[in-house]
């Protein structure tokens, strides 16, 4: 979880630093994108990519069926909120939202960039533009990135702790860095979205 | 103080188990909840009833018998006590207070509240000594130097009692933090060192056939831990294991 988790990290940042191109100008956006559809180290990239994402998802399902049978009786009263927080306790629920989120998100784009006719438009930055005109389709991708912030606030020092790096003089600062990366992540995404639906 | 307990109970390792609801009057605050519990044991035997069978030894805080999940928490809602070690000053007159035994598919209800928790015998089984010749010219261990660092955190470790309150807070029952305080306690120190390769892949492989869950880095068992046993611990046995797995021999 935390080798692929880390892998995935690194994918959604570069993510989000060309979708900010977005709000800076419609060229420099086309231009990345271009450069991400044809370059052919990311054309490889691109399969990793997707194993990695299955193998994240596949391990994730099994691990959560493999603990939850390792407590067969339930408490009659249990206060987890006692002793942990909310986002290392909802990982397979935030995790699942952003799968629900992944196969609308590469319908309504992945596919229509690589295998589609673009809705019929001619530049990626239009195609990418005009969905979030449509209100709730902002909703659904600010409520996925809010589902995603919480995952990764998580995900993101917790895959330190389970690769053996934990020492204290750095693990503080991890755990500082993976709650303002999370938040980045979060807030980032849905600044895009909710700004070109004010544009729209 | 009078109290209402919700307490389960179970006559057998194969009988179905139900909660039952007790009361309890002229509680003193004073009282540790081991002590409240006989109370209420010598009033059940007194009407010829069975009393609650709970796990209890040394009954201060160092031998690691005693358990219970209290109101939804293990040992209780006080922190770095033992259930033997929490006073009923933690409570208020009028509570009603859930009693319940560690949950894992690892612990298995012996009666009432005793769980069987000889699985973490069997993982010390596994790998959690050291072989020492002990023929008589046996060496001062004092006459080895250790950075004060690594005696340190190496005790610390060794002051986990076996418990077992990290299973039953985990909501993924892992036994984690028990494992890695046992195999840090000695990877940590000379002594320990020479057979820390096989140790850390034995007492892991142990741990999960005993059908404990695994770690999702939650931390509820080290805030609830009456040792104050640190997640430390269980980086430093993620490291030896993985260290262990790339660099073991073939057997």
Not at chain 1, 144 to 154: P, R, T, V
Request: with cysteine; proline share 3%.
């Amino acid at each position: 979880m935390a080798l692929t988790g880390l892998f995935l990290i690194t994918f959604i940042t570069l993510h989000l630093a060309i979708n900010l191109l977005t709000m800076v100008s419609k060229d420099a956006f086309n231009e990345a994108s271009h450069f991400m559809a044809t370059n052919p180290l990311i054309q490889v990239m691109q399969y990793v990519l997707a194993a990695g994402f299955l193998i994240h998802i596949v391990m994730g399902i099994n691990l959560t069926l493999k603990n939850k049978s390792a407590r067969p009786e339930k408490y009659a009263y249990n206060r987890p909120s006692a002793n942990s927080g909310f986002s290392s306790r909802s990982m397979i629920i935030t995790g699942m939202l952003v799968l629900v989120f992944l196969v609308l998100h590469l319908r309504d784009y992945f596919v229509e960039l690589k295998f589609g006719d673009m809705n019929g438009f001619d530049n990626d930055y239009d195609l990418v533009v005009t969905l979030f005109g449509m209100w709730y389709y902002t909703l659904i991708y600010v409520l996925a990135f809010i589902a995603l912030g919480i995952h990764l606030n998580h995900g993101f020092q917790s895959a330190f702790q389970s690769m053996g790096a934990n020492h204290s003089r750095y693990t503080p600062l991890i755990k500082k860095l993976g709650a303002v990366y999370c938040v980045i992540i979060a807030a980032g995404f849905s600044a895009i979205a909710i700004f070109h639906f004010v544009n729209a | 103080m009078n109290l209402t307990l919700k307490i389960y109970r179970q006559d057998g390792p194969n009988a179905k188990g139900r909660m039952e609801t007790y009361q309890v009057a002229d509680i003193s605050e004073h009282m540790s909840f081991l002590e409240m519990l006989d109370v209420l044991n010598e009033q059940l035997v007194a009407k010829g009833e069975e009393p609650v069978a709970f796990d209890h030894d040394c009954r201060e805080g160092i031998c690691g018998m005693c358990s219970l999940y209290i109101n939804g928490e293990a040992h209780g809602p006080d922190r770095g006590v033992t259930t033997c070690q929490l006073h009923m000053r933690k409570f208020k007159d009028g509570d009603t207070i859930y009693i319940e035994p560690w949950r894992s598919k690892a612990f298995p209800v012996v009666k009432d509240l005793v769980v069987d928790r000889s699985s973490f015998d069997r993982i010390m089984a596994a790998g959690g000594f050291v072989s020492v010749n002990t023929s008589g010219n046996t060496q001062d261990a004092n006459a080895i130097p250790i950075p004060k660092t690594d005696a340190d955190k190496a005790f610390d470790a060794a002051t986990c009692i076996g418990c077992g309150a990290c299973v039953a807070t985990c909501k993924n029952a892992s036994a984690m933090l028990f494992v890695s305080a046992k195999v840090s306690q000695l990877a940590l120190l000379p002594q320990g060192k020479v057979e820390r390769t096989h140790r850390v892949l034995n007492m892991v492989e142990r741990m999960d056939k005993e059908g404990f869950g695994n770690c999702t880095n939650t931390g509820a068992c080290e805030v609830e831990c009456p040792k104050g046993i640190s997640l430390e611990n269980i980086a430093r046995m993620n490291r030896e294991y993985l260290k262990a797995s790339l660099t073991a021999d073939k057997d």
